[in-house]
């Protein structure tokens, strides 16, 4: 079974930067979709960015020109760059594999553990 495994979460300054990797294991990512998904407390889950197995990339209103998402499949690694960094990007972060980017958050197949990202001076 893919298991998932985000890492790269901490506390950081607004208008910093921060760079969180998803890590799998257990099969390749190659063929799957991954995505970023971010939830804050009261707020819904939503999804940040994500990538397709081809390499294509999405990315919601709120984090485009700022954050960049990226596969390597030799290392069977998707991270998710984030500059210029707000506070309201405050949010526990998720990534998830899925057959395609387009579906909803809760049919995304496989999830890791999330890691905290808080934006604060």
């Known amino acids: 079974q893919l298991q998932l495994v985000e890492s790269g979460g901490g506390l950081v300054q607004p208008g910093g930067s921060l760079t969180l990797s998803c890590a799998a294991s257990?099969?390749?990512?190659?063929?799957?979709?991954v995505g970023w998904f971010r939830q804050a407390p009261g707020q819904e889950r939503d999804r940040v960015s994500c990538?397709?197995?081809?390499?294509?990339?999405v990315y919601a209103d709120a984090v485009k020109g700022r954050f960049t998402i990226s596969r390597d499949n030799a290392k069977n690694t998707v991270d998710l760059r984030m500059n210029s960094l707000k506070p309201e990007d405050t949010a526990v972060y998720y990534c998830?594999?899925?057959?395609?980017?387009?579906?909803?958050?809760?049919?995304?197949?496989?999830w890791g553990q999330g890691t905290q990202v808080a934006v604060s001076s």
């Open positions: 998830a594999a899925s057959r395609e980017c387009e579906i909803l958050w809760w049919d995304y197949n496989y």
């Open positions: 257990g099969s390749t990512l190659d063929y799957y979709a």
């Open positions: 990538v397709t197995s081809n390499g294509r990339t």
